[in-house]
C-alpha cells in the first residue's frame, strides 16, 4: 500500500489516471504495471529520479503508454482506434531506443473502456469524503 495526498489540478487528474491504470492492469492481466509494482512493494517515492528501484519493467512502460493515451483521448472527448495507439507507441519505442512493442486489439481497448467506465461511475458515486477501496491481486 502506498498514498500520497493530491490537491487542486492534481487531485482532479489523478483520480481518474490512477482508475484508468487499475482499469488497464486488471482488464489486460498486466501484473508488473504500476499496481502491481505497488504490490511487490515499490513505494510512490519509486516512480521517478532517481529511480530507486531501476527503471520501470517492460510491463509497466506498456502499461504507462496505453494509460497515457486514454488520458489524452479523455481530455481530447473522441475514442481512439488500437491503430491509433499501435502507431503512437511504435514511434514512442522507436524514439527511445527501446526493444519489443506495445501493441493492443479494438477489443482490448473495448475491455479497458467498460472497465475504467465502471470505475469512473463508482469514484463518482461517492460521497465526499469516502474511499474506494480495490483490490489488486489477492496475496
Same mark, same amino acid.
Given at each position: 500500500m502506498t498514498w500520497q495526498r493530491q490537491e487542486g489540478q492534481q487531485g482532479r487528474?489523478? +483520480?481518474?489516471? @490512477? $482508475? &484508468?491504470?487499475?482499469a488497464v492492469e486488471t482488464a489486460l492481466n498486466h501484473l508488473r504495471g504500476f499496481y502491481g509494482l505497488v504490490a511487490e512493494g515499490w513505494d510512490l517515492t519509486d516512480f521517478g529520479s532517481p529511480w530507486p528501484r531501476g +527503471? !520501470? +519493467?517492460d510491463e509497466a512502460l506498456a502499461a504507462e503508454? $496505453?494509460?497515457g493515451f486514454l488520458d489524452r483521448e479523455r481530455a481530447a472527448g473522441e475514442e481512439w482506434s488500437a491503430a491509433q495507439f499501435n502507431a503512437s507507441a511504435a514511434t514512442y519505442y522507436g524514439q527511445h531506443g527501446l526493444r519489443g512493442a506495445s501493441v493492443v486489439t479494438d477489443d482490448d481497448l473495448e475491455h479497458?473502456? @467498460?472497465k475504467r467506465r465502471e470505475l469512473f461511475a463508482e469514484w463518482a458515486a461517492l460521497p465526499a469524503g /469516502? &474511499? !474506494? /477501496?480495490?483490490?489488486f491481486r489477492e496475496g
Open positions: 487528474f489523478f +483520480p481518474f489516471h @490512477d $482508475l &484508468t491504470h487499475y +527503471p !520501470l +519493467p503508454l $496505453l494509460v479497458v473502456r @467498460d /469516502e &474511499t !474506494l /477501496e480495490l483490490r
